[in-house]
């Protein structure tokens, strides 16, 4: 059975950091796109930083975090992580991971900036709730 675990949410300052984890099982990581995504109250949900399979490694991130988030594999830990520094109020959300294992690979620019592979990408974590506030 296919399961991604989100961990690492919480309460910090704004400034601060935060890594949340993506722990999967079922599954080989290694293999798939893994994407970040956050949704916050009465938004809809949006794409922040996408890593394409181990063997290529690219990545993609939303303007909105590029330069404070870094995503990331431990390929022994069957995990991706999410790291967030200098933390601002506006990164309030419920943070998602989601996989395109089981479908059609997907560039991870498209993964993380359409509208359609929210809809398409059948598995998701249950999501971790970061909290930045003073």
């Known amino acids: 059975q296919v399961q991604l675990v989100e961990s690492g949410g919480g309460l910090v300052q704004p400034g601060g950091s935060l890594r949340l984890s993506c722990a999967a099982s079922g599954f080989t990581m290694d293999n798939y796109a893994v994407g970040w995504f956050r949704q916050a109250p009465g938004k809809e949900r949006e794409g922040v930083a996408c890593i394409s399979t181990r063997s290529d490694g690219t990545t993609y991130y939303a303007d909105s975090v590029k330069g404070r988030f870094t995503v990331s594999r431990d390929n022994t830990r069957n995990t991706v992580f999410l790291q967030m520094n200098s933390l601002k109020p506006e990164d309030t959300a419920v943070y998602y991971c989601?996989?395109?294992?089981?479908?059609?690979?997907?560039?991870?620019?498209?993964?993380?900036?359409?509208?359609?592979?929210?809809?398409?990408?059948?598995?998701w974590g249950q999501g971790a709730l970061v909290t930045v506030s003073s």
């Open positions: 989601t996989t395109d294992y089981g479908k059609r690979p997907i560039a991870v620019a498209t993964m993380c900036a359409a509208a359609w592979p929210r809809a398409y990408l059948e598995h």
